[in-house]
């Protein structure tokens, strides 16, 4: 158990607040990382419809998952070995009957049948089938959205979470050290992730690594105009740039890490330029952040910074992290863009990433931060500049 | 591009195949590796809404995804720039809008509004959000179910997919060799963990390695008996087992592996004996294979083999793997389970686990491999064995 029972129970006193304020009196979560918000259970097995299920009155929520992951809950879970509910296995992939049909016959069996109850409508996983299953086990159609709930709950970090991200960002600059080294002309782009990919797991000599939410984004060449593409078998070229998006992951808490290399000393006048512009530019977002801004204002100091140069950039620049599983270390909730509402507190936490992407190349930068009392901390610290590899 | 054009539209006359036997004019595509084996597109943007649209008569499908992801496409897939259509990038995340009822208005502005829709109702990330909010932009909820239709059509597959499946498992062979050097008391686990996902990523010479769709799963002691569960940064201990799950990953084509190590020269009595039972009745199984057999068939073989040791298995023992992308490296399509009616067929491919796990303990040897014209060919070729490390 990585954090005190305290913990936890605080966590489900906030997401039941949550859930009062929009009326529900039982909410089936699906998100793999609120479900271990919520009861601390974490293992590979979300590739299988697993669920927690949070009522308004008993101490400990309910998690239901594949017979065969129950144990995994014994191992890493808090809530006692009657919270834990095995399905059976051959409700896996079979076209007449689902698991999520059993979490709704299982509900009705528990008396919750006729309770007003949430879902996650657009969480990682909850797919249509689950929902018209869930509807089948319950008969019954009227659900409604809890999608997010956990998650805004989850925005502001205690101090027990905010130094797993410290680890995290110091998991992540040896990541970035090692991708500085292992890049170079001639090698593999394979066998410079694989040692990147090294130094994200070995972590830290006193606290070791957790797999990232996502592989790392390393395009080179003209395709470092495309900000998802991974790595291929081809050797690095040189005169070339490289994006370098990775992240240091520490028991689940993220703190992810963009940089940009040029192998060469000659980089074209361009790209340095666009380097230079795009690191003021973000140097001059973190500066002015204060807790009480909306996302948007904080957009808006990046929009009008880089606009001095005659720079734009119509992608969101950032958005709240922490604990996460596959395919997103982000928490979906708010983003570092014109308009959004959402206002600051002190250590929520958030990766901004400028990054700028032409149609034949491009140049991002980012750091993961808290937001403090009177301005922010980087989890990692790490130049911020455009990195020459000769 | 990794297939040749011809290979592709051959895949896509399958699939319209598949289309017309279920009476549908256009399919959306929502699973990223089904996206993949359509188009060719590569890349870690599964995490924002993407999909494929394919239509009975034109000869590309559509990509639909984050504008910023359409030069992934320019760089990875076969079909032509004018189809791959972005979405602004201030549809994701936000309450009032979404990815989806873009691309059902798109539908509608492509003139097929009117069509028979299928779509991948329990495809990871085909959410339920994603569902309304496509039923919105079309303007109707008269969709059907056109989930694992491609899936199905992956089943066989071509020369080219089973080359890349060997190499596969012959990086898998190089990550287990790794596994069995690295594991040892007193080392880590995460830093056994960083050795073998170092090996799969650098795969061979000849050969680079790609992300598998899981991460190695490694549970030690008492914790070997739940399956799924992946590392922690404690040392491993003397004369405790540890199960070894993971996979040779070569351009998003998997070869799983799995088997089991004892950190001792005397290992437990049940556990070498339920080691030797248990391999004996994989071996079984995989001599007996043929095509033209069920998929339950097999699992019979299974069943009586190791029944007469006593042992009883109620998870099914395999599934058909492939191309993936995570959560998981199966296709959902069948399962070496009682009953189940699926015919085998020549290079139809498979990992079969043989996965003994009780409350304290569990073993577990696997081969990933292709149904050939008279029995299997594995991809990878390592004893099968509890493996004693000292």
Known sequence: MHFPREEFLERIRKVRAAMQARELELLVVADPANIHYLTGYDGWSFYTPQVVLLDLEEEQPTWIGRIIDRNGGRHTAWIDED?????????????DNHPLRFVGEWIRGRGWGGRRIGVEKDAYYYTVRWHEELQRGLGRGDLHDGDLLVNHVRAVKSEREIDLMREAGRIAEKAMQTALE???????????????????????????GDY?????????????????????????????????????????????????????????????ELADRTVEGLNTTLDAIRPGMTCGEVEGVWRESIARFGLKKESRIGYPI??????????????????????????????????????????ECSEAFRVTDSGVETFADFPRQLFLLE
């Open 322 to 363: 922490g604990l996460s599983y596959p395919p997103d270390w982000g928490e979906r909730t708010k983003s570092f863009r014109p308009g959004d509402p959402n206002v600051l507190a002190p250590n929520m936490t958030f990766h901004m990433i400028a990054g700028m992407w032409f149609d034949d190349y491009g140049f």
């Open 83 to 95: 919270h834990l509910i095995g399905y059976p296995d051959t409700l896996i992939h079979v076209a």
């Open 182 to 208: 292992a890049v170079r002309p001639g090698v593999r782009e394979c066998d410079a992730v694989a040692e990147i990919t090294r130094a994200e797991i070995r972590g830290l000599p006193e606290a070791g």
């Open 212 to 272: 990232p939410a996502i592989v790392p984004m390393m395009p080179t060449g003209a395709k470092t105009s495309a900000a998802h593409l991974t790595w291929t078998d081809e050797p690095y070229r040189a005169d070339q740039p490289v994006n370098l998006e990775l992240a240091g992951c520490r028991l689940r808490y993220h703190s992810p890490l963009a940089r940009t290399a040029y192998l060469g000393s000659q980089p074209p006048a361009a790209l340095a």
